[in-house]
């Protein structure tokens, strides 16, 4: 029987992965219900799913479906989350886990020992590129050291402005929370646990997210070094993973792009790279596919908690919190 998925917050996030349930195999997963108190948004969900409700409140989201995908702002996460997994729903949850660590800390602490079946959407964890770079690692020996570094042209980025409301603002926005964390999750799957050494970070007067990170980490044994910006690029955004070892270099560029050092000096891209836009539906419909299997018990590697857990300790101390 299929999986029935409901979604709590139907902003950017919430949309693009019910558009991507959509077009699964709804023999594995099916949407039912969506909650999210903007009027725009349920417009928004008229036109793009006609027949799919848009309930009243949270818990009568829970109540119809198996599995919760919570897109809602961070400070609400840990309130539906927990709300699903009172109701015995398996629960999805946006990074970061919350607002406040200390309640991120507790939440991961309850949520293992009662044996919650919940995962994080890092999307990384499905993607073909980064398959790729795994695959690639097998040839290039042991790792030297690792650059992280994100740009950006304005803060939020173009298509996020609806969401400036929270996304712009230093309690529970940035890039560093929203891009950086990412690459993190990345590293530490990768490399090894994350242990953070150095860090700097610039925010404009008054509550505004911040404007520029730099920090120097350690991954296993491998040394890193990471840095953002606002302003550093007049695109909407540039991002890039770099991985020296032994016997050459890897990437991934601009989210979705593997590419591997040649002899001239050049990175060549995977015969099957595809952009970012390309890629992404390709890795939402195996992240769902992961999700009906944590929600059936399953074997998935989605991010655990506990990872997710790991990177906003390493996240909000570069940020100074």
Same mark, same amino acid.
């Given at each position: 029987?299929?999986?029935?998925?409901?979604?709590?917050?139907?902003?950017?996030?919430? @949309?693009?992965?019910?558009?991507?349930?959509?077009? *699964?195999?709804?023999?594995?997963?099916?949407?039912?219900? /969506? +909650?999210?108190?903007?009027?725009? $948004?349920?417009?928004?969900?008229?036109?793009?799913?006609?027949?799919?409700?848009? =309930?009243?409140?949270?818990?009568?989201?829970?109540?119809?479906?198996?599995?919760?995908?919570?897109?809602?702002?961070?400070?609400?996460?840990?309130?539906?989350? #927990?709300? !699903?997994?009172?109701?015995?729903?398996?629960?999805?949850?946006?990074?970061?886990?919350?607002?406040?660590?200390?309640? !991120?800390?507790?939440?991961?602490?309850?949520?293992?020992? %009662?044996?919650?079946?919940?995962? /994080?959407?890092?999307?990384?964890?499905?993607?073909?590129? /980064?398959?790729?770079?795994?695959?690639?690692? #097998?040839?290039?020996?042991?790792?030297?050291? &690792?650059?992280?570094?994100?740009?950006?042209?304005?803060?939020?980025?173009?298509?996020?402005?609806?969401? $400036?409301?929270?996304?712009?603002?230093?309690?529970?926005?940035?890039?560093?929370?929203?891009?950086?964390? *990412?690459?993190?999750?990345?590293?530490?799957?990768?490399?090894?646990?994350?242990? &953070?050494?150095?860090?700097?970070?610039?925010?404009?007067?008054?509550?505004?997210?911040?404007?520029?990170?730099?920090?120097?980490?350690?991954?296993?044994?491998?040394?890193?070094? =990471? %840095?953002?910006?606002?302003?550093?690029?007049?695109?909407?955004?540039?991002?890039? +993973?770099?991985?020296?070892?032994?016997?050459?270099?890897?990437?991934?560029?601009?989210? %979705?792009?593997? @590419?591997? &050092?040649?002899?001239? #000096?050049?990175?060549?891209?995977?015969?099957?790279? =595809?952009?970012?836009?390309?890629?992404?539906?390709?890795?939402?419909?195996?992240?769902?596919?992961? =999700?009906?299997?944590?929600?059936?018990?399953?074997?998935?590697?989605?991010?655990?908690?506990?990872?997710?857990?790991? /990177?906003?300790?390493?996240?909000?101390?570069?940020?100074?919190?």
């Amino acid at each position: 029987m299929a999986v029935a998925l409901g979604v709590v917050g139907f902003g950017i996030m919430g @949309e693009r992965l019910l558009r991507a349930a959509l077009a *699964h195999d709804l023999d594995v997963i099916r949407p039912v219900a /969506v +909650w999210d108190p903007s009027p725009a $948004a349920a417009a928004r969900l008229a036109e793009i799913a006609p027949g799919l409700p848009m =309930l009243e409140n949270p818990a009568a989201v829970i109540a119809a479906c198996d599995a919760l995908y919570i897109a809602s702002p961070p400070s609400s996460h840990l309130e539906h989350a #927990g709300a !699903a997994f009172a109701a015995g729903r398996a629960a999805f949850l946006e990074k970061p886990l919350a607002a406040d660590l200390a309640q !991120a800390r507790a939440f991961v602490e309850a949520a293992e020992a %009662s044996g919650a079946r919940a995962a /994080v959407n890092f999307p990384m964890a499905s993607s073909p590129a /980064v398959a790729q770079l795994r695959a690639w690692r #097998g040839d290039l020996g042991a790792p030297r050291a &690792l650059t992280i570094r994100a740009d950006f042209a304005t803060w939020p980025r173009g298509w996020q402005h609806a969401a $400036a409301g929270w996304l712009a603002k230093r309690a529970e926005g940035g890039f560093t929370r929203e891009v950086l964390s *990412h690459f993190l999750f990345l590293t530490r799957r990768q490399l090894g646990k994350l242990v &953070l050494l150095e860090r700097a970070a610039e925010f404009p007067p008054g509550d505004g997210a911040e404007t520029a990170v730099r920090a120097r980490l350690i991954a296993g044994d491998t040394p890193v070094l =990471l %840095s953002g910006q606002v302003g550093g690029t007049d695109r909407d955004e540039s991002n890039e +993973w770099r991985l020296e070892a032994e016997s050459g270099s890897i990437r991934l560029r601009d989210w %979705s792009l593997a @590419e591997k &050092l040649d002899a001239d #000096g050049t990175f060549r891209p995977s015969p099957d790279a =595809l952009p970012n836009e390309k890629m992404r539906p390709m890795v939402l419909r195996d992240q769902l596919s992961k =999700l009906a299997a944590l929600t059936r018990g399953e074997p998935q590697d989605l991010a655990t908690l506990r990872e997710a857990l790991e /990177v906003q300790e390493v996240v909000e101390a570069i940020l100074g919190d």
